[in-house]
């Protein structure tokens, strides 16, 4: 699969050059259908995996952004040692522990601490003296992944003395990445990145208190979610299930396309209390979407948004 | 394959079969293109600089320009940029929509996937130590755009685009490589000459005039 991919041979490569390629870029980087593969085919295919993976197991990818989930069924079906995308139907519908794997490669986000420190710094000088008016204060990070930003956001609290007063809700859709979530262990070779984004974050303090290095991970002070409650939720299929006052929601819209993007904006504005802070991913916007005009921008350039009508 | 079993939608032009038929057609001349996908890495400011001079301001084509970069950077690569050209430099955001004689920088730290009608931002894993990737943007430029999509491979010390740019080529696509001799590094445009033999390769200087002459349709307009 992977030979029929990289080899140049298809538009006249010499063999020299064919051998030249394979030595220097082993493999390929770029999961994908082989050339000449059908592309209206492909998408009848994609569609119809889909269709059946949500018939059969309730979860809906189908409004997915295309050309990522192509990316990544493209890698499953590599993984799987397959040959297309119709044998991936049939491999995810016979047997859940291959539907299981492709869930994680579907569903998995992956992130950083204080990632974009910008944002927090912001988050830190707009929103915090906003949150200090509210005698409670309820949160919800919605497709937290594997927790980073919970955490990042549990330290920004917790040094703005408003930790106690926070009830924080961190949904997912995929299980796996709730309990590693929970667990709170991230891998101790990216702390040094943390740390500098923690630092120009803002953070005043060291950033090394805030965890415990064993063997190769970095053990979070479990403190830091003592108010947090980790859950599993789908925003394609699932409703509201409170009213909060401030929702994290960043770099997990760019993976749904611009209806499904509406329907969870719609969600997430029934969600929040009037004047409650939505906060997108600082490359997501609202521009695109019909909320645009339901919310002001606290921050333009770190996609901080206020619900006022 | 009896006749009745035909695919009901035709393939498009897809694959190397295809695009043979197409150099001897002679209306191939007159595709109108959708989108140009510009890649580069060690080199790419200067170079960037030298093609947007060449662009007229009535220029139609969406340009969009992965330039590999420290994922902090700020906006100053598109400061930078507009600063060469009358045309409008933005750094994309997610579902922007693909507007003509406009070029889009791919934002530090996100892969840019080119849809038909828009951007997507995508954080899945870096492909060869790249974020954004040229492999990436220009195999979805390809994807969605098919014989419609433009490639330019220039000046970088890796081989980033070789791959994205031969998937253009496969579909029918216009695939030019910087001419490797007037490159600031020429490990890039040599890495994709040797996956994309068949490139259109010109002179750095040459490259903004020839897009400038390429024929443009409207990006809105249905890719296939």
């Given at each position: 699969m992977a030979v029929s991919l990289t080899a140049p041979a298809a538009t006249g490569g010499t063999p020299e050059a064919a051998l030249a390629t394979t030595e220097e870029r082993p493999g390929t980087s770029m999961p994908g259908p082989p050339p000449g593969y059908n592309p209206d085919l492909e998408r009848i295919e994609i569609e119809l995996l889909l269709e059946g993976v949500f018939r059969q197991y309730g979860f809906d990818f189908r409004s997915y952004a295309y050309a990522s989930i192509r990316r990544r069924l493209w890698k499953?079906?590599?993984?799987?040692?397959?040959?297309n995308l119709s044998d991936l139907q049939?491999?995810?519908?016979?047997d859940s522990d291959a539907m299981e794997r492709m869930i994680l490669d579907l569903s998995v986000n992956?992130?950083?601490?204080?990632?974009?420190?910008?944002?927090?710094?912001a988050f830190r000088d707009v929103v915090i003296p906003l949150l200090r008016t509210y005698p409670f204060i309820r949160i919800w990070h919605a497709g937290c992944s594997t927790g980073e930003e919970v955490y990042s956001v549990?330290?920004?609290?917790?040094?703005?003395?408003?930790?106690?007063?926070?009830?924080?809700?961190?949904?997912d859709i995929n299980d796996v990445v709730l309990q590693q979530a929970r667990r709170g262990i991230f891998p101790l070779e990216r702390m040094q990145e943390y740390t500098e984004n923690y630092i120009r974050a803002g953070g005043a303090r060291s950033f090394s208190e805030y965890y415990t290095a064993k063997y190769d991970g970095a053990l979070f002070d479990q403190r830091l979610v003592r108010n947090v409650v980790f859950a599993q939720h789908n925003l394609v299929t699932d409703r509201s299930f409170s009213e909060f006052h401030v929702i994290f929601c960043r770099n997990v819209l760019i993976y749904f396309d611009k209806d499904l993007q509406d329907r969870v904006h719609s969600l997430f504005y029934e969600s929040l209390v009037r004047l409650g802070v939505l906060c997108l991913g600082s490359k997501e916007s609202l521009k695109f979407s019909k909320y645009d005009t339901c919310y002001e921008k606290l921050d333009a350039t770190e996609k901080i948004y206020r619900k006022i009508r | 394959m009896k006749n009745w079993m035909r695919p009901k939608r035709s393939t498009g032009k897809s694959g190397d079969q295809q695009r043979a038929s197409d150099d001897a057609d002679p209306t191939a001349a007159t595709v109108a293109y959708h989108v140009v996908v510009i890649g580069t890495s060690w080199g790419g400011l200067a170079a960037l600089r030298v093609i947007f001079e060449h662009l007229p301001a009535e220029f139609s084509l969406p340009v969009a320009v992965v330039q590999h970069r420290h994922r902090d950077s700020d906006g100053l690569l598109a400061r930078f940029l507009q600063e060469q050209t009358r045309l409008r430099v933005c750094e994309v955001e997610d579902k922007q929509t693909i507007q003509a004689g406009a070029i889009f920088i791919a934002p530090p730290n996100y892969h840019l996937l080119i849809e038909q009608g828009h951007f997507s931002l995508s954080l899945e894993a870096p492909v060869r130590y790249s974020r954004p990737s040229i492999d990436v943007a220009m195999t979805s430029a390809a994807d969605a755009y098919g014989h419609r999509a433009v490639g330019v491979v220039l000046t970088g010390a890796n081989a980033d685009g070789a791959e994205g740019l031969r998937r253009i080529a496969d579909?029918?696509?216009l695939a030019i490589i910087q001419q490797p001799t007037t490159a600031e590094v020429r490990t890039m445009p040599d890495a994709a000459l040797r996956w994309v033999p068949t490139a259109r390769v010109l002179p750095l200087d040459r490259i903004g005039p020839f897009l400038a002459a390429l024929p443009a349709a409207h990006p809105q307009a249905a890719a296939r």
């Open positions: 499953r079906v590599e993984a799987e040692g397959l040959a049939s491999r995810v519908l016979h992956v992130t950083a601490m204080f990632r974009d420190p910008l944002f927090y710094a549990a330290i920004l609290l917790e040094e703005a003395g408003l930790y106690d007063r926070a009830r924080v809700y961190a949904t | 579909m029918g696509g």
